[in-house]
């Protein structure tokens, strides 16, 4: 039997966190569908003889699974309709967490884009965005792809008439440490930059932690679903969130074109998934821990220089090189 009453149902507050860190853009209820028709499939056939976006589809499904102990027996038990509400459920989560962010974002960016000590000029309104975009000197500057110069006036004038179009794929400089691009390196300062950072802390550890140490007693949303530790898809949801609050389009949509949320959000993620950039995406992962879970077993603090625990390890290295070197020897 469904229940009407479907706001407190646990499948929505695990959507809203799931749709945050694991994947964002996404019609549940067809995730559901096909992940059970594709079980079925998998009996016969290998998941990497699948396409590529099916592939990553399953994936994702099977985090949905792993994340909620007995999902799987309640699909596989459940209707259609029982499939399909199950999928409403989580979908329902993860757009009302996502409509909560934009609009909490929409006002606070402000306060982190304005320079020091000194009010945003032109004036930018908190409940409005349609200066906002390449219509203003400065959100302008920070959407500006990497790149581009924003400071070459026919760059500007191209991208404010939209004679210049942007794709989902062209990055702003805003993912940027110090927003600075390097074009022959440029991993350099790739989703470093403070700005980032800020809207980060004040989705998943609370709005106050943004200029403060985050601490453990924080009931933030990160603490209420048990994480202590960042998600490639969340750097790319927050990415989307922030890149979204400083263009001038009013409502968020999946589908939007012009913005083009979506393109932008998976092609983050076809970066930080991609196998051949693993070296880089843990340096990087292991940065985004120190700056919101500095206490975390994952933000791998180096060891002191001169702890034991370091005499230790030098000791060992220094053994097996003088093994190898006899076993070079004889």
């Given at each position: 039997m469904?229940?009407f009453?479907?706001?407190?149902?646990?499948?929505?507050?695990h959507?809203r966190h799931?749709?945050r860190t694991v994947?964002?853009?996404c019609?549940y209820?067809?995730l559901?569908?096909?992940?059970i028709?594709r079980?079925?499939?998998?009996?016969d056939v290998?998941?990497?003889?699948?396409?590529?976006?099916?592939?990553?589809e399953?994936?994702?499904f099977?985090?949905?699974?792993?994340?909620?102990?007995?999902l799987?027996?309640?699909?596989?038990d459940?209707?259609?309709e029982?499939?399909?509400h199950?999928?409403?459920?989580?979908?329902?989560?993860?757009?009302?967490?996502?409509?909560d962010?934009?609009k909490?974002l929409?006002s606070?960016?402000?306060?982190?884009?304005?320079?020091?000590?000194?009010?945003?000029?032109?004036?930018?309104?908190?409940?409005?965005?349609l200066d906002?975009?390449?219509?203003?000197?400065?959100?302008?500057?920070?959407?500006?792809?990497?790149?581009?110069?924003?400071?070459?006036?026919?760059?500007?004038?191209?991208?404010?008439?939209g004679?210049?179009?942007?794709c989902?794929?062209?990055?702003?400089?805003?993912l940027?440490?110090?927003y600075?691009?390097?074009s022959?390196?440029?991993?350099?300062?790739?989703l470093?930059?403070?700005?980032?950072?800020?809207?980060?802390?004040?989705?998943?550890?609370?709005?106050?932690s943004?200029?403060?140490?985050?601490?453990?007693?924080r009931?933030g949303?990160?603490?209420l679903h048990?994480?202590?530790?960042?998600?490639?898809?969340?750097?790319?949801?927050?990415a989307?969130?922030?890149?979204?609050a400083?263009?001038?389009?009013?409502?968020?949509?999946r589908?939007?074109?012009?913005?083009?949320?979506?393109?932008?959000?998976?092609?983050?993620l076809?970066?930080?998934?991609?196998?051949?950039e693993?070296k880089?995406?843990d340096?990087l992962?292991?940065?985004w821990?120190?700056?919101?879970?500095?206490?975390?077993s994952?933000a791998?603090?180096?060891?002191?220089?001169?702890?034991?625990?370091?005499?230790?390890?030098?000791?060992?290295?220094?053994?097996?090189?003088?093994?190898?070197?006899?076993?070079?020897?004889?």
């Open positions: 469904i229940s009453d479907s706001s407190s149902d646990p499948l929505v507050s959507g799931f749709g994947f964002a853009l019609n209820p067809s559901l569908t096909n992940g028709l079980l079925e499939q998998m009996e290998l998941l990497e003889d699948f396409p590529a976006e099916e592939r990553r399953h994936r994702v099977e985090q949905l699974l792993d994340s909620y102990p007995g799987l027996d309640r699909l596989k459940g209707s259609e029982e499939i399909l199950v999928g409403e459920l989580i979908g329902k989560g993860a757009a009302g967490a996502r409509g962010d934009t909490t929409k606070a960016i402000l306060d982190w884009i304005s320079p020091k000590g000194e009010a945003i000029q032109p004036h930018l309104h908190r409940n409005s965005k906002r975009g390449f219509n203003h000197e400065l959100t302008g500057s920070l959407l500006c792809p990497a790149g581009l110069d924003w400071h070459d006036p026919r760059t500007k004038e191209d991208l404010r008439s004679e210049m179009l942007v989902g794929d062209q990055w702003p400089i805003f940027y440490a110090h600075v691009y390097d022959d390196d440029p991993w350099s300062g790739l470093r930059s403070r700005l980032l950072t800020c809207a980060y802390k004040h989705v998943f550890t609370s709005p106050s943004v200029d403060k140490e985050p601490k453990a007693t009931s949303n990160a603490r048990g994480m202590n530790s960042v998600t490639i898809a969340s750097i790319a949801y927050i989307t969130q922030v890149r979204f400083l263009s001038s389009s009013s409502v968020f949509s589908t939007d074109t012009v913005t083009a949320s979506e393109t932008f959000y998976h092609s983050l076809d970066l930080l998934e991609d196998p051949e693993c880089e995406v340096e992962l292991t940065w821990n120190r700056q919101v879970f500095p206490t975390s994952a791998k603090r180096p060891i002191s220089a001169n702890s034991a625990l370091s005499r230790i390890q030098q000791k060992r290295i220094a053994l097996k090189r003088a093994l190898n070197q006899d076993v070079v020897s004889s």
